[in-house]
């Protein structure tokens, strides 16, 4: 392993982003981050959209940064949330990514399961049937504008913004896996479902890549304009979860659950073969690729985004109440009545999460919240409660018994949540490391490159570089 090699990870979340460089000092994975930046959908007529170009202009703002902390960067590469995607023809942007929280696909998913089961659906690409998928949104896509995907090419987030810094036209595969886009027997298009029952063009889907690809080198139009040297791209594992449970500290994965704790909570297990059985989809778990051919057997959970659009929303209400003050204010309150489904189609929205939340109590007989302490307790505790179920799920589904349980990025920081979901599920709780998805990131270029051997030889690396919490 070469010492002092620098890594530039851009790790695009669904309400913020960062630049962070990562290099081996001392036999330990160091990091630094240098740009960071907030991300967050804007409206246009009744529909929600992310601004493409300001997060490309983002990405170059960190390049620039990178270069000048870093003169001799080895490469980059961009992770992102799931499922979302851009549309190209002749190199161009057709229109901004819509925003997967955006209502129009609700329709487009009816319409489509009226061709196939939801049953036949998932047997043949292991991906829960969201509302959200990729799949949905390009059959509304399809039907509101079907001139938008004549002769274009559709990339998902991450891919579509290495094509636009490098030019490279390639699919890397555990972002592609988010959409039931893929077969679940093999890392390939599911072209029956894709082109005969949704009506998809063909060329509408570029080659598929395994992660640690090469992805080009900048261009040399943009190198020469942001005044830095043609850095080389790879593509990590570009599914913000999947490098994140790439840099799980435990190397024997098969030992531990994983839960990824930000906006969302993706809780799972890495498995060597996809569960395609009716009591997996009926407990809404999701076969989505991961690194080394493996399968990430999550769920999906609603995690922060509870905590981050009631501040919000209380921000613009004037209250100044910073999310260590939520942790604060809810840590006295056991024992309290309220509770929520946070899986609830009501609170998937942006917009007033504290009024959504006191009107489901009200309506499912548990009173009025008095406080907003005692809203935020709600929060947890719902989130809490809901991790020991799916985690009961889990185990049933899959015949394995998982004692350990390791949380992974942000959402680690609060220390009260991690003692709550270790008392609640009654499982030992490893918080760590906290930027789990930058981590994993680096180290998928850091394997590219052959300063790792695989993923084992890179949790390792983790293990030794990262001090873990340990609750329960």
């Not at 029956?192 to 998809?200: E, I, P, S, V």
């Not at 991790?387 to 799920?393: A, G, L, T, Y």
Request: glycine share 8%; charged share 25%; hydrophobic share 40%.
């Amino acid at each position: 392993m070469e010492e002092n090699r620098q890594y530039l990870a851009f790790d695009l979340g669904a309400s913020s982003g960062r630049a962070i460089l990562g290099s081996v000092r001392n036999g330990r994975l160091e990091l630094e981050e240098i740009h960071r930046f907030k991300n967050y959908p804007y409206e246009k007529d009744g529909h929600y959209f992310w601004d493409f170009r300001a997060l490309l202009g983002e990405l170059e703002t960190g390049l620039k940064k990178a270069v000048a902390a870093a003169p001799g960067l080895a490469s980059f590469s961009i992770d992102t949330w799931g499922v979302d995607y851009a549309l190209f023809r002749d190199g161009e942007l057709i229109h901004d990514p819509y925003c997967y929280r955006d209502g129009r696909t609700e329709a487009a998913m009816e319409a489509f399961h009226k061709k196939i089961s939801k049953a036949d659906f998932y047997a043949r690409n292991g991906i829960q049937p969201l509302v959200f998928n990729t799949i949905y949104q390009l059959c509304a896509e399809l039907r509101d504008h079907p001139d938008a995907l004549n002769g274009s090419t559709m990339f998902l987030m991450p891919d579509a913004l290495h094509f636009m810094l490098t030019g490279t036209a390639t699919s890397e595969v555990t972002i592609a896996s988010t959409g039931a886009l893929l077969k679940a027997s093999s890392a390939e298009w599911n072209t029956d479902t894709l082109n005969k029952l949704a009506g998809l063009p063909a060329g509408l889907f570029t080659k598929l890549v395994p992660p640690g690809s090469p992805a080009g080198c900048l261009k040399p139009e943009t190198a020469a304009r942001l005044g830095i040297p043609r850095i080389p791209a790879v593509k990590c594992a570009s599914h913000d979860t999947a490098s994140a449970v790439l840099a799980m500290p435990c190397v024997d994965p098969e030992k531990a659950l994983y839960i990824s704790l930000g906006t969302w909570a993706l809780l799972g297990a890495e498995l060597n073969n996809a569960i395609l059985t009716p009591e997996a989809l009926e407990s809404h778990f999701t076969n989505e690729r991961g690194v080394e051919d493996t399968f990430r057997f999550l769920c999906n959970i609603m995690g922060t985004w509870l905590l981050q659009e009631t501040r919000r929303t209380w921000t613009e209400q004037g209250k100044d109440i910073s999310f260590a003050d939520m942790e604060t204010m809810a840590a006295p309150l056991d024992g309290q009545p309220f509770r929520i489904d946070p899986d609830d189609a009501a609170f998937f929205p942006p917009g007033d999460m504290p009024t959504r939340i006191r009107r489901f109590c009200r309506k499912h007989g548990q009173g009025e919240i008095p406080t907003d302490a005692a809203l935020v307790r709600c929060i947890y505790d719902s989130l809490a409660d809901c991790f020991k179920k799916r985690i009961e799920q889990l185990e049933s589904i899959t015949g394995k018994q998982f004692d350990t349980l390791n949380i992974l990025g942000g959402g680690t920081r609060d220390r009260f949540f991690m003692r709550l979901v270790a008392k609640t599920t009654g499982r030992r709780v490893l918080a760590g490391p906290t930027e789990a998805t930058a981590i994993g990131n680096i180290l998928g270029q850091m394997i590219a490159s052959g300063d790792l051997k695989n993923a084992a030889e890179a949790r390792a690396l983790v293990a030794k570089s990262f001090p873990l919490a340990v609750y329960g």
